[in-house]
């Protein structure tokens, strides 16, 4: 029998004609649409060479159309590896270089820059898809059959590749098997209620495990519907709100809609859940939402390796500025950070985690994947925390400098290389200071040679095009000289504590 998650997908939904997604256009698509479209894209992705295990890299705008190529890509027994649609040229040749797919989607847009990029790299087939349903791999998807039978897939073999940021070096790739989906997604089936029933409002992108394997996967293994929204607008969200019973998103969502006129307690008072994550969620927007609408948004914690690992519980006490409790078969210990040794409760410390959720490992890198799991085989978040004593995991920082900006991962050695790189630098230091709005902004504090003319304009210009968007620093500071602790190395905290304020006002 296999374990493929498409398989299990299709045993869970009794009735095909069910509406499953529903586009921000008016467009419709039942779960027999979506079975049949990603039949039709499996049998295209054969056509085109496509082996159990083999990478598709796919880099396109949100559309339903989108998420159904992952459906086919996991029916094929193929690897989905999602890419950031802010990512450069640049760094989408790293990608393409590291995973070596058989086959690149992109936007009909990027085809004419990015073809001649993947040829270089040996990747097959370079096709495109557009966000109303067009595009040449549709083409292809058209002249195939809807008929596929799924490829049998055991439990442990790849579903997808995420590429997740660090704080040192290039990003490295998770590596997420059909059970690492398949298991975390049937617990948050259940332990955040979801029916059929449910009507989700998604306004994530579906390049990032939150839009992609939370939302999404939750909805597929229910029959649940989805309204599809292409992207989070304030307004579009209030006039579709009344619709749906459930949405999910990142901080800055719940920050957008608190500055809405429109948002009122008769708004959302058949909402049944909010869930936020991706980035942390301040204690006064979480309060400041419960005393606007009354309801209390579910915090829970996750990264790109483990899915989720935590939650705040459905029925019981949501506390603010906690993750919750680890969700049922993930086992949570708090360890020192230098021996692994378990810490008693309240003691600040590494989070380690374990269950059939934590991931293979990072693609091609075994030394790496060897450092950050324990003998036992816990694996070391990289974020420091602490249980209460009533079991409430806490987040207070992370053991390494990574920044979450707007729910995205940005590790500051890439940009401060950038900019290391630009004339009259001496050196640069990247941290992420508190934001209302973006949970986390990045911000460059950097040390020019004597006499050289740059400034915080010339930085951003000259970064523009070389980084995503989202990595740019929101400031850029100039100073005489970094602090250092005495074995030279540069101390990030103190820069934190000096911005602290920054984006308060």
Same mark, same amino acid.
């Given at each position: 029998?296999?374990?493929? #998650?498409?398989?299990?997908? *299709?045993?869970?939904?009794?009735?095909?004609?069910?509406?499953?997604?529903?586009?921000?256009?008016?467009?419709?698509?039942?779960?027999?649409?979506?079975?049949?479209?990603?039949?039709?894209?499996?049998?295209?992705?054969?056509? $085109?060479?496509?082996?159990?295990?083999?990478?598709?890299?796919?880099?396109?705008?949100?559309?339903?159309?989108?998420?159904?190529?992952?459906?086919?890509?996991?029916?094929?027994?193929?690897?989905?590896?999602?890419?950031?649609?802010?990512?450069?040229?640049?760094?989408?040749?790293?990608?393409?270089?590291?995973?070596?797919?058989?086959?690149?989607?992109?936007?009909?847009?990027?085809?004419?820059?990015?073809?001649?990029?993947?040829?270089?790299?040996?990747?097959?087939?370079?096709?495109?898809?557009?966000?109303?349903?067009?595009?040449?791999? $549709?083409? +292809?998807?058209?002249?195939?059959?809807?008929?596929?039978?799924?490829?049998?897939?055991?439990? /442990?073999?790849?579903?997808?590749?995420?590429?997740?940021?660090?704080?040192?070096?290039? /990003?490295?790739?998770?590596?997420?098997?059909?059970?690492?989906?398949?298991?975390?997604?049937?617990?948050?089936?259940?332990?955040?209620?979801?029916?059929?029933?449910?009507?989700?409002?998604?306004?994530?992108?579906?390049?990032?495990?939150?839009?992609?394997?939370?939302?999404?996967?939750?909805?597929? #293994?229910?029959?649940? +519907? $989805?309204?599809?929204?292409?992207?989070?607008?304030?307004?579009?969200?209030?006039?579709?709100?009344?619709?749906? &019973?459930?949405?999910?998103?990142?901080?800055?969502?719940?920050?957008?809609?608190?500055?809405?006129?429109?948002?009122?307690?008769?708004?959302?008072?058949?909402?049944?859940?909010?869930?936020?994550? /991706?980035?942390?969620?301040?204690?006064?927007?979480?309060?400041?939402?419960?005393?606007?609408?009354?309801?209390?948004?579910?915090?829970?914690?996750?990264?790109?390796?483990?899915?989720?690992?935590?939650?705040?519980?459905?029925?019981?006490?949501?506390?603010?500025?906690?993750?919750?409790?680890?969700?049922?078969?993930?086992?949570?210990?708090?360890?020192?950070?230098?021996?692994? +040794?378990?810490?008693?409760?309240?003691?600040?410390?590494?989070?380690?985690?374990?269950?059939?959720?934590?991931?293979?490992?990072?693609?091609?890198?075994?030394?790496? &994947?060897?450092?950050?799991?324990?003998?036992?085989?816990?694996?070391?978040?990289?974020?420091?925390?602490?249980?209460?004593? *009533?079991?409430?995991?806490?987040?207070?920082?992370?053991? +390494?400098? #990574?920044?979450?900006?707007?729910?995205?991962?940005?590790?500051?050695?890439?940009?401060?290389?950038?900019?290391?790189? #630009?004339?009259?630098?001496?050196?640069?230091?990247?941290?992420?200071?508190?934001? *209302?709005?973006?949970?986390?902004?990045?911000?460059?504090?950097?040390?020019?040679?004597?006499?050289?003319?740059?400034?915080?304009?010339?930085?951003?210009?000259?970064?523009?095009?070389?980084?995503?968007?989202?990595?740019?620093?929101?400031?850029?500071?100039?100073?005489?000289?970094?602090?250092?602790?005495?074995?030279?190395?540069?101390?990030?905290?103190?820069?934190?504590?000096?911005?602290?304020?920054?984006?308060?006002?």
């Amino acid at each position: 029998m296999s374990d493929s #998650l498409y398989t299990l997908i *299709r045993s869970r939904i009794a009735d095909p004609a069910r509406p499953f997604i529903e586009t921000g256009d008016g467009r419709n698509f039942s779960y027999g649409d979506a079975f049949a479209l990603a039949g039709r894209f499996a049998n295209a992705l054969q056509a $085109m060479g496509v082996q159990p295990g083999d990478r598709v890299a796919v880099q396109v705008d949100k559309s339903a159309e989108a998420l159904i190529l992952y459906l086919g890509v996991i029916a094929a027994g193929g690897v989905y590896l999602p890419l950031n649609v802010g990512y450069t040229l640049t760094e989408l040749e790293y990608f393409i270089g590291d995973a070596e797919p058989r086959v690149v989607v992109c936007r009909p847009s990027a085809v004419a820059a990015l073809a001649p990029v993947a040829g270089k790299l040996g990747v097959a087939h370079c096709v495109t898809l557009g966000d109303k349903g067009d595009g040449t791999l $549709m083409d +292809k998807a058209a002249a195939a059959s809807p008929d596929f039978t799924a490829v049998p897939r055991a439990a /442990s073999d790849l579903a997808a590749i995420l590429y997740t940021s660090g704080t040192t070096g290039r /990003s490295k790739g998770a590596m997420l098997s059909h059970s690492n989906l398949a298991s975390n997604a049937l617990t948050l089936v259940d332990y955040w209620r979801f029916t059929k029933d449910d009507v989700l409002l998604h306004a994530l992108p579906i390049f990032h495990t939150h839009g992609l394997f939370v939302a999404s996967n939750i909805v597929l #293994l229910t029959g649940a +519907k $989805m309204i599809f929204l292409n992207r989070f607008d304030a307004d579009e969200v209030i006039r579709q709100l009344p619709r749906a &019973t459930a949405m999910m998103g990142v901080p800055t969502f719940y920050v957008r809609l608190l500055q809405h006129a429109g948002l009122t307690k008769e708004l959302v008072k058949h909402i049944r859940l909010f869930v936020s994550g /991706s980035a942390p969620l301040l204690a006064d927007t979480h309060k400041e939402w419960e005393a606007r609408t009354g309801h209390r948004i579910l915090e829970r914690y996750g990264m790109t390796e483990t899915n989720m690992n935590t939650s705040n519980p459905y029925d019981a006490e949501r506390i603010a500025g906690t993750v919750g409790f680890p969700l049922p078969g993930v086992s949570l210990r708090i360890a020192d950070p230098e021996t692994g +040794k378990p810490l008693p409760q309240g003691e600040i410390g590494m989070i380690e985690v374990k269950g059939p959720n934590v991931f293979q490992g990072y693609w091609r890198m075994p030394e790496k &994947t060897a450092a950050e799991f324990r003998a036992d085989g816990f694996f070391i978040t990289g974020d420091l925390g602490k249980i209460d004593d *009533r079991g409430y995991v806490h987040i207070v920082g992370r053991g +390494k400098d #990574l920044i979450i900006s707007g729910g995205y991962n940005v590790y500051p050695k890439e940009i401060e290389t950038e900019i290391d790189a #630009l004339p009259g630098v001496v050196e640069s230091a990247v941290i992420g200071v508190a934001h *209302r709005d973006f949970g986390e902004g990045v911000t460059a504090v950097v040390v020019t040679s004597k006499g050289a003319a740059l400034d915080e304009a010339g930085v951003l210009k000259a970064l523009d095009g070389r980084l995503a968007k989202f990595k740019l620093p929101k400031r850029v500071f100039f100073v005489d000289d970094l602090p250092r602790n005495t074995m030279g190395k540069v101390q990030k905290n103190l820069l934190r504590d000096q911005y602290r304020d920054l984006y308060k006002a």
